[in-house]
């Protein structure tokens, strides 16, 4: 049985996952047996249907524009044994270091003069790293960059931490 999606007939099987699809980018959800259904009815005409898409709700988005971030990895000391990352507590085998705070503005200098605008600190979950040199830190960074973003993603912190 063929059926009829965007004028084109389709084979039944890449029809209805095409269907799916077209569910997916209309009610932004699926179900997760459908989910399972779109993942194990990929085909090349199917990707290249989901694939283009995905390039057009990207370009509606945000254009064609490439942004980039300077990541910087101020600490890979850890509290947490996450058995999926390479900082955990209980890998003896990293090398454990941790930035200074000029070090850190060194990163920035360096990443300003390059062209990133986007500063991401990026470390383990660190009690070196309070509250306050935190906000030291980020102030610092925003005093000598102000049109530049800075995200953190510094582990898990209370609300209050990241206000």
Request: charged letters at 30%.
């Amino acid at each position: 049985m063929n059926i009829q999606i965007d004028g084109q007939i389709e084979g039944n099987m890449d029809g209805q996952v095409k269907v799916l699809i077209d569910r997916l980018e209309m009610e932004k959800t699926l179900t997760k047996a459908e989910f399972v259904r779109l993942i194990e009815g990929l085909t090349p005409v199917v990707s290249e249907y989901l694939q283009e898409k995905a390039r057009r709700i990207a370009t509606a988005h945000f254009g064609n524009r490439v942004y980039t971030r300077g990541l910087i990895e101020f600490t890979n000391f850890c509290l947490n044994d996450c058995h999926y990352c390479g900082i955990r507590r209980s890998n003896m085998e990293a090398s454990r270091y941790r930035l200074t705070t000029e070090e850190i503005l060194s990163c920035c200098e360096t990443g300003y003069q390059l062209g990133f605008r986007t500063f991401v600190l990026q470390g383990g979950e660190d009690p070196y790293f309070s509250d306050d040199r935190m906000v030291e830190i980020i102030s610092r960074i925003r005093k000598g960059y102000p049109d530049c973003a800075i995200t953190l993603s510094i582990g898990e912190k209370d609300t209050e931490s990241y206000a």
